[in-house]
């Protein structure tokens, strides 16, 4: 079925994948892996009708198996792993002369559409890396099947976002193997579904002990936490990309210069001499007035964050609640539980570096640009199409 939400990224309407999953679930033919997002396991506290971020980790990966995935994983390592590959692409535009400044991130399905319908000429600026939704479907199928001797066709891939724009990001057709035509990632739930899942099951929060995720894609750092609220995909990859360049940590882990709420944030980092000069942005109103300088020489940056939705993830139209005076609440969480983190840095995280021995080897390197990076290319809009529409509408209004 299909119910009509809120949706700051401007997909409006939500179709409900549940039942497909349960299907699936019920004929045990696949392997039915998930993973979550960062900012979903702050708001699966409230399906049950709790303060953001009351549910521990380990109680979140109980519920999603009382729920029937048979391994329960962490979109976070991904997003880990996309910080190592991200802080890597700055560095290389930056130490290269002929490379194309400022890049913006490109994490945010709802922005990159943005980018190819309205700023195409953005298109070359914008991260070559995948989401980390997009790096966690690909590290499943590609690494993970031959890992576990199964063959990839018999896994079923399912991620928990806090985003509609996520169910879109799945189907494009970079994210499709070329040889054997699977989609790396099969199903996007939103946190909303989740809950009904939760409804119908009848679980009960009292039923929920803290369990440990599955590994290797299991672990994660402060930084991949982070990536819940605008402003921290900035932070992580400023961390790792001070590590990368002097072998050392950065001297403030906590960057306070691009946290907070504010619609359009500007920092300046001194990068051993160099001033590199950073923005973060979100929601639809502020990205459009940030770009209103786009291409003349007062808009002067090296390193840009954008978010779709106001405040990030945190405020994102999958959520179980969609207004927005809960996002302050949610953006509280991500940093006191960031700080409880046994590893705050991205390149601190043991399985990722593990992940590069066995099988990536590198940083941006070929393998690393061949699963967990992507292309972008102008949107065609099927002009004919929508001529052909109005046409008809017209003809029926007469
Ligand atoms: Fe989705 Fe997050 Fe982007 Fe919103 S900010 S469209 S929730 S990825």
Not at 217 to 241: C, D, K, P, W
Not at 251 to 270: F, H, S, T, W
Not at 342 to 349: A, E, M, Q
Not at 355 to 363: F, G, N, T
Request: with cysteine.
């Amino acid at each position: 079925g299909q119910c009509s939400l809120y949706c700051p990224s401007g997909a409006i309407t939500e179709i409900d994948h549940t039942e497909k999953l349960e299907v699936i679930m019920k004929t045990k033919k696949k392997l039915v892996i998930v993973g979550i997002a960062p900012s979903a396991r702050l708001s699966l506290a409230e399906i049950f009708k709790l303060t953001p971020g009351s549910l521990t980790t380990g109680q979140c990966a109980h519920l999603l198996r009382l729920l029937g995935f048979n391994r329960v994983f962490d979109v976070q390592f991904t997003a880990d792993l996309t910080i190592m590959e991200e802080g890597t692409e700055l560095l290389h535009r930056i130490d290269d002369p002929n490379s194309i400044l400022p890049m913006f991130t490109s994490c945010c399905p709802g922005w990159v559409n943005l980018v190819e319908k309205q700023y195409q000429n953005i298109i070359p600026h914008l991260s070559s890396c995948r989401s980390p939704q997009q790096m966690f479907g690909s590290i499943i199928k590609n690494y993970y099947a031959k890992k576990i001797n199964i063959d990839p066709k018999d896994i079923f891939c399912v991620t928990v976002m806090p985003c509609t724009a996520k169910k879109k990001e799945l189907l494009r057709e970079q994210f499709r193997n070329p040889e054997t035509g699977l989609r790396d990632v099969d199903l996007c739930l939103t946190v909303r579904e989740v809950g009904r899942m939760v409804a119908k099951r009848g679980i009960e929060f009292s039923e929920l002990e803290d369990r440990e995720f599955d590994n290797p894609l299991g672990f994660s750092t402060g930084s991949a936490h982070l990536f819940a609220g605008s402003g921290g995909v900035m932070e992580a990859a400023v961390r790792s990309a001070y590590w990368l360049k002097f072998g050392e940590d950065f001297p403030a882990l906590q960057y306070n210069a691009v946290r907070g709420l504010k619609g359009i944030k500007e920092a300046v980092l001194d990068f051993d001499g160099r001033q590199l000069r950073l923005a973060v942005v979100s929601g639809g109103k502020n990205i459009h007035k940030f770009l209103e300088t786009w291409g003349t020489s007062s808009f002067n940056y090296d390193f840009i964050e954008i978010m779709a939705c106001p405040g990030g993830c945190i405020g994102g139209g999958g959520q179980p609640r969609s207004n927005l005076d809960i996002v302050p609440i949610r953006l509280k969480s991500v940093y006191q539980r960031e700080q409880k983190m046994t590893s705050r840095s991205s390149h601190d995280n043991p399985y990722v570096k593990k992940l590069y021995q066995d099988w990536l080897k590198k940083p941006y390197g070929e393998k690393a640009m061949m699963y967990l990076h992507t292309t972008y290319a102008p949107f065609k809009f099927k002009s004919n199409l929508i001529k052909e529409v109005k046409k008809h509408e017209e003809i029926n209004k007469g």
